[in-house]
């Protein structure tokens, strides 16, 4: 039986989200992790870790956090033929990225207002 078209355009966009995130996930390790960081090794790294992105087909995205995730991605490939100093760009990277977790995160944990006053009838 063949799959529908549905089922078809589902994998396609699980599989170029899944690029995505493992994009953006090598490229903030690389830039948190290495000490002796350079523009070549930059580029490098970025052109590998564009061959494995490039094999998957882009899919529009709708979700907000998605949509940044995509921005953020586009940005580092962009800062590969930049000529800005490559501390410059791993703190813009790195401070992106952050906000991009907080932003997941904020979504995930709500801290409950007024908690004690849940309580007050009990007494």
């Keep these: 039986m063949a799959a529908s ?35 070549e090794k930059y580029k490098k790294k970025i052109e590998n870790g564009l061959k494995l992105l490039l094999r998957v087909e882009e899919v529009a995205l709708y979700k907000g956090e998605l949509q940044d995730l995509q ?21 813009d990277i790195l401070y992106s990225a952050n906000q991009l977790e907080k932003s997941k995160n904020a979504r995930r944990y ?6 004690k006053s849940k309580y007050s009838d009990w007494e």
């Design 5 to 39: 078209k549905k089922a078809i355009e589902n994998a396609n966009r699980l599989r170029y989200i899944r690029a995505l995130e493992r994009f953006h996930k090598s490229i903030i390790s690389y830039l948190s992790n290495t000490q002796d960081l350079t523009d």
């Design 110 to 115: 709500k801290k409950e207002k007024h908690s």
């Design 71 to 91: 921005k953020e991605v586009k940005k580092m490939i962009q800062y590969k033929d930049s000529h800005k100093d490559i501390q410059d760009i791993k703190e």
